[in-house]
């Protein structure tokens, strides 16, 4: 499974980088408008310390309009993927997009036929929002499972990026789902890290460790 950062914060970036783990990174016109910065410069930022697909959004609610949009942010760098909303004008852009070879992300996607639709028009990535959806009282991991068999019947090549993900319980439901991709806040990778039974098994190695082994300050005194 592949893990991209959900984040337009260059230190979370860096930080998920240096694990050595990260494949990507995601992006949306609100975590880049948290940044306070100005949108193309932090792409060409993320995509220096990044070579994995960097999604940037259009804000464009017309496919002219956002086409003119992945004009200039594929310019960026060879990694922009172009991130369009699942809406009848993104589709519109997304085929126009993947005919010349655009890799495109189709984001806001909450229901099967989405998926399917955008799979047809050559998206590389569809973006499911599972929190969003279980904010709602719905059941986000079962549209993984939905699109994952739709996409395994007809052979679609759209990868699933599962998004809106909102702690490590989603990541094992997606990752057993099937999702080829989560993409999360850095808060969830150092979650998918911790237990609190590795903190106590390693200290208590250490502690045997160091009373048959004193370190040689220790041992001199
Ligand atoms: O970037 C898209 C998605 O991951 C946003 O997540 O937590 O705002 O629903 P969230």
Known sequence: MELYIDTANLDEIKQAHDLGVLDGVTTNPSLVAKEGVDFHTRLEEICKIVSGPVSGEVVSTDAEG????AEVLTKIADNIVIKLPTTVEGVKACKALSDHGVRTNLTLCFQPLQAMVVAKAGAFLVSPFLGRLDDIGADGVD?????????????YQTKILAASIRGPKHMIDCAIAGADVATVPFKVIKQMLNHPLTDIGLKAFLEDWYKANPKPEAATV
Request: charged letters at 25%; a neutral charge.
């Open 66 to 69: 956002m086409l003119k949009e």
């Open 143 to 155: 549209l993984i499972h939905q699109i994952r068999t739709i996409y395994d019947n007809y052979g």
